[in-house]
Nanobody, 118 residues
Framework: EEQLVESGGGLVQPGGSLRLSCVAS????????MSWARQAPGKGLEWVSS?????????DYTDSVKGRFTVSRDDFKNTLYLQMNSLKLEDTAVYYC??????????RGQGTQVTVSS
């Protein structure tokens, strides 16, 4: 069974940092591009960032997080990461790990809540 389990969310002040993790199982993690998506209160799913598979993987980010978020992966640990710095109020959302390039689903985890508040 394919499974994605996110963790690392929490409450942080504006300007703070968080590191999200997503552990994958049930499929060959290293053979797939992976993405992060988020859903803010009352809004639809939004693609955030993607990372290709293979050596020297490429990455991409939605404009609102460029320069602040960094996506990475450890194929030995079947784990995807999202380092989030300089967090803003508008980054508040449930963050999901998804399988694929620039995707918001359908394969995704249960999500982890990120709340940016003073």
């Amino acid at each position: 069974e394919e499974q994605l389990v996110e963790s690392g969310g929490g409450l942080v002040q504006p300007g703070g940092s968080l590191r999200l993790s997503c552990v994958a199982s049930g499929f060959h993690f290293g053979a797939y591009a992976m993405s992060w998506a988020r859903q803010a209160p009352g809004k639809g799913l939004e693609w955030v960032s993607s990372i290709l598979h293979g050596r020297g993987p490429g990455t991409d980010y939605t404009d609102s997080v460029k320069g602040r978020f960094t996506v990475s992966r450890d194929d030995f640990k079947n784990t995807l990461y999202l380092q989030m710095n300089s967090l803003k109020l508008e980054d508040t959302a449930v963050y999901y790990c998804t399988r694929g390039w620039k995707t918001t689903g359908p394969t995704r985890g249960q999500g982890t809540q990120v709340t940016v508040s003073s």
